[in-house]
């Protein structure tokens, strides 16, 4: 079982840049696929992206290419999240997420969860 944490959120101004980071412990994250997913006040939780165990896969929702970056060490069980030219429209919290097969965008795909990390953009 994998057990995950985020970080690196914060208060930002709009056109600034964040990296998040996602943290893993437990089972063999090197085999998981792993995706980024982000939930605004008053929104459903949407799909941001996502990569897969060797990082050949990539996705990412069409709204965010080119902004938004996706990249994984296996050696130090973590996957990032380059965000920049962030808007205020990119303020919420967002999730990382791990699953044992293939990759996929689809949320109800990843068994497991992190608890989120706050990502502000002020305008």
């Known amino acids: 079982q994998v057990q995950l944490v985020e970080s690196g959120g914060g208060l930002v101004q709009a056109g600034g840049s964040l990296r998040l980071s996602c943290a893993a412990s437990?089972?063999?994250?090197?085999?998981?696929?792993v995706g980024w997913f982000r939930q605004a006040p008053g929104k459903e939780r949407e799909f941001v992206a996502a990569i897969n165990w060797n990082a050949r896969n990539i996705y990412y929702a069409d709204s965010l290419k080119g902004r938004f970056t996706v990249s994984r060490d296996n050696g130090k069980n973590a996957v990032y999240l380059q965000m920049n030219s962030l808007t205020p429209d990119d303020t919420a919290v967002y999730y990382c997420a791990a699953r044992t097969w293939s990759l996929t965008i689809i949320e109800g795909a990843y068994d497991y969860w992190g608890q989120g990390t706050q990502v502000t953009v002020s305008s």
């Open positions: 437990g089972g063999t994250f090197s085999s998981y696929a």
